[in-house]
């Protein structure tokens, strides 16, 4: 089983209060509506979808596109900086032969 991404919007249409849930599972959305009528609070939003989550009923699939999360550039500048810290530059070919050089120089000395 693929990663399944699933999201609540609520929102006011004219008279009541509309939630709506998206799916989107192995690239496919699945959606249904509820109508809360009055405005709910968060504990009454998570109390329905505790009790009610299995039993909606979802949409026919419709094929989506899944975008990727954007990361924060600071958090991707730290991560590159992990990564090449552990490991170096270069690739695992560079890297055995920077190790044989290292060696040899071991050896002459």
């Known amino acids: 089983m693929g990663k399944v991404i699933s999201k609540l919007t609520v929102f006011f249409e ?8 998206e799916r989107i599972e192995d690239g496919k959305l699945y959606v249904a509506k509820v109508t809360f009528g009055a405005e709910p609070k ?3 939003v998570q109390e329905y979808i505790l009790e009610n989550y299995y039993s909606l009923r979802f949409s026919p699939a419709v094929a989506t596109v899944v975008k990727k999360a954007k990361k924060n550039p600071k958090r991707m500048q730290r991560d ?13 070919s560079q890297q055995a032969l920077k190790l044989q050089r290292r060696n040899k120089r071991r050896k002459q000395w």
């Not at 004219?14 to 849930?21: A, H, K, L, M, N």
């Not at 590159?80 to 695992?92: D, L, P, R, Y």
Request: proline share 4%; aromatic share 16%; no cysteine.
């Open 14 to 21: 004219e008279p009541f209060w509309i939630g709506v849930f």
């Open 80 to 92: 590159a900086k992990k990564q090449t810290k552990e490991t170096g530059i270069g690739t695992k």
């Open 42 to 44: 968060d504990y009454e």
